[in-house]
Every structure is written in C-alpha cells, then in structure tokens.
C-alpha cells in the first residue's frame, strides 16, 4: 500500500532533513529583510519551557563584519597572546567574511526562573538550528560557525553581553555556494543499534525502535 498524502510529504520533509544542505557563497548576496525576518521568526519557535524566550540575536553584514574580524583577532591575542602567526590571524579573520551576512546566537537565560539554567541555553541553542533548516527551506545556504575565542572579552564586548549571557556561535547566511566533493558524498548510515536503547514491554533492549 502506498503512502497517502500526508505519508508522503512528511517522508520527502524528512528527506529533506537529511539531505545536505548548502552553504553560503562567501562572496554571495545576503539575504533581504523580510527573508531574514522570516529565517529569524522561525527560530523563535523552538522548545521554550516557561515561554521565557532566553535567546537574542545579532545580525553582522555589510561593514559590520569588520568589526566583527576585529573582535575576532583581538580575541585570538588575548587567548594566546600577541605573537600569532600571519596564517593563524588570517584564518580567524576570515571567519568574519566567510558569508555575507551572519546571525549571532546568543543565549540570555534568567537566571531568577524556576526553569534551570541549562535548560534555557539548551533552548537558545536550538534556535541555530532552526535558523539553518529554515533558512535552507527558504533556498538560502547556511551553516552553524564557532569559534574558540567566544568567551574572549572584545568579543563579548562587542555583542554586549551580559555576565550570565553567553554566545553560543553564529549561523552564516547569503546565497548557496555549489556543492563541493565532501557534501555530495553520502553519509555513512547511522547505527541506531549503538545509540538507541529502548524500555518498553519487554524490557530493555538496544537497537532500533521497531524491532
């Protein structure tokens, strides 16, 4: 029997979800504002216990991505001093112009709630994923960035974050670059045997649900 309507699009919804997404073309066009509107409205639907919205974004494009390179370098010198190889500065300079247009992630817990801590920054990080699937949905390349210098202080400074405020990353958004060699290559099949235990009326077992 085949699938009926609804069967079939939430099977093509999930392949979609597997599919490899792209990225954003370094030198592409950024998003408009009412698609970045949408992209960022998205995110703001993800698991919030208490509604409390413990998130906050950034949007870096234009000019602004070179304050934010500056930020970056000045956090590289305050990790590991002043004394950094030419490759190393270029590298994470660059990071700042990969894409056009950037978003900033940033979780903003309450700390006085009854909802633990961690579960508010686990919330603020489901919206950087939210922003690649919509963004994705909506034809744009986009990919989840970090960095090792987010907890250095002109990086802070320059998201103005509070002490109990932290930048979880930054999603990078504009036009799709081609797809290069590695992602068109399949993915190794997941083995749900050695991630998925299940209690239910036999017991425990591991292995896949439908066993």
Same mark, same amino acid.
């Given at each position: 029997?085949?699938?009926?309507?609804?069967?079939?699009?939430?099977?093509?919804?999930?392949?979609?979800?597997?599919?490899?997404?792209?990225?954003?073309?370094?030198?592409?066009?950024?998003?408009?504002?009412?698609?970045?509107? *949408?992209?960022? /409205?998205?995110? %703001?639907?993800?698991?919030?216990?208490?509604?409390? *919205?413990?998130?906050?974004?950034?949007? +870096?494009?234009?000019?602004?991505?070179?304050?934010?390179?500056?930020?970056?370098?000045?956090?590289?010198? /305050?990790?590991?001093?002043?004394?950094?190889?030419?490759?190393?500065?270029?590298?994470? *300079?660059?990071?700042?112009?990969?894409?056009?247009?950037? +978003?900033?992630?940033?979780?903003?817990?309450?700390? %006085?709630?009854?909802?633990?801590?961690?579960? /508010?920054?686990?919330?603020?990080?489901? %919206?950087?994923?939210?922003?690649?699937?919509?963004?994705?949905?909506?034809?744009?390349?986009?990919?989840?960035?970090?960095?090792?210098?987010?907890?250095?202080?002109?990086?802070?400074?320059?998201?103005?974050?509070?002490?109990?405020?932290?930048? /979880?990353?930054?999603?990078?958004?504009?036009?799709?670059?081609?797809?290069?060699?590695?992602?068109?290559?399949?993915?190794?099949?997941?083995?749900?045997?050695?991630?998925?235990?299940?209690?239910?009326?036999?017991? +425990?077992?591991?292995?896949?649900?439908?066993?």
């Amino acid at each position: 029997m085949g699938l009926s309507g609804e069967g079939a699009a939430g099977e093509e919804w999930i392949e979609r979800l597997r599919a490899p997404r792209p990225e954003p073309a370094r030198d592409g066009s950024p998003p408009d504002d009412r698609t970045l509107s *949408r992209v960022i /409205q998205a995110a %703001t639907s993800v698991p919030d216990h208490g509604g409390l *919205r413990p998130w906050r974004f950034v949007v +870096v494009c234009g000019t602004g991505r070179q304050r934010f390179a500056d930020a970056l370098v000045a956090g590289l010198h /305050q990790l590991r001093g002043p004394d950094q190889p030419d490759a190393a500065v270029a590298k994470i *300079r660059g990071k700042a112009f990969a894409a056009p247009c950037a +978003v900033a992630l940033i979780a903003s817990p309450d700390p %006085t709630s009854n909802v633990p801590v961690w579960e /508010q920054v686990a919330s603020a990080s489901c %919206t950087g994923y939210a922003i690649v699937l919509a963004a994705s949905a909506l034809g744009l390349g986009a990919v989840w960035k970090s960095a090792a210098v987010l907890e250095a202080d002109p990086v802070r400074a320059l998201f103005d974050l509070r002490p109990d405020e932290r930048l /979880q990353g930054w999603v990078n958004l504009g036009s799709p670059a081609p797809f290069g060699p590695k992602a068109a290559r399949p993915e190794s099949p997941v083995d749900l045997d050695a991630l998925v235990t299940v209690i239910g009326d036999d017991g +425990v077992h591991g292995g896949p649900v439908d066993r």
